[in-house]
C-alpha cells in the first residue's frame, strides 16, 4: 500500500529552523516529483515547493524564496524541506504529496508552529 508519512514538525521560534521529513513506501519513489503544501489555520492549502524524480529541478513559492530548500534522497525514499528563518506566517500543517499514476497520494501532515 503506498503511503507517505510525514515528521520533523515542532514548535520553533521566529528566525529559527526546522527539517522536515516524508518517507514514501509502497511504490517507486524514484520516478516521481515531488511536492511540499501547507495548509494555515483558516486558510486554503498552498503549494510550498518541489522537487524532479532525479533532485536537480526545483521550484518554490514566492514566500518561501531563500529560506526554505527541497531536496531528495532517493536511495531513503525521502523528500526534506530544510526551513530557516521561520516567521509566524510559516505556522501550518505542512503536506508532501506524489502524484501518482493511479491516484494522488498524500501524507498526514506534519504542524509547524512559529512562536515566541
Same mark, same amino acid.
Given at each position: ?27 517507486? !519513489?524514484?520516478?516521481? &516529483? ?19 524524480? @532525479?533532485? @536537480?529541478?526545483? *521550484? %518554490? ?6 529560506? !526554505?530548500?527541497?531536496?531528495?534522497? @532517493?536511495?531513503?525514499?525521502?523528500? %526534506?524541506?530544510?526551513? *530557516?528563518?521561520? @516567521? ?5 500543517? %505542512? ?13 498526514? &501532515? ?7
Amino acid at each position: 500500500q503506498a503511503q507517505l508519512v510525514e515528521s520533523g514538525g515542532g514548535l520553533v521560534q521566529p528566525g529559527g529552523s526546522l527539517r522536515l521529513s516524508c518517507v514514501a513506501s509502497g511504490f517507486i !519513489f524514484s520516478i516521481y &516529483g515531488m511536492t511540499w503544501y501547507r495548509q494555515a489555520p483558516g486558510k486554503e492549502r498552498e503549494l510550498v515547493a518541489d522537487i524532479n524524480s @532525479n533532485g @536537480n529541478i526545483t *521550484n %518554490y513559492a514566492d514566500f518561501v524564496k531563500g529560506r !526554505f530548500t527541497i531536496s531528495r534522497d @532517493n536511495a531513503k525514499k525521502t523528500v %526534506y524541506l530544510q526551513m *530557516n528563518s521561520l @516567521n509566524s506566517d510559516d505556522t501550518a500543517v %505542512y503536506y508532501c504529496k506524489a502524484p501518482l499514476r493511479w491516484t494522488t497520494l498524500w501524507g498526514q &501532515g506534519t504542524r509547524v508552529t512559529v512562536s515566541s
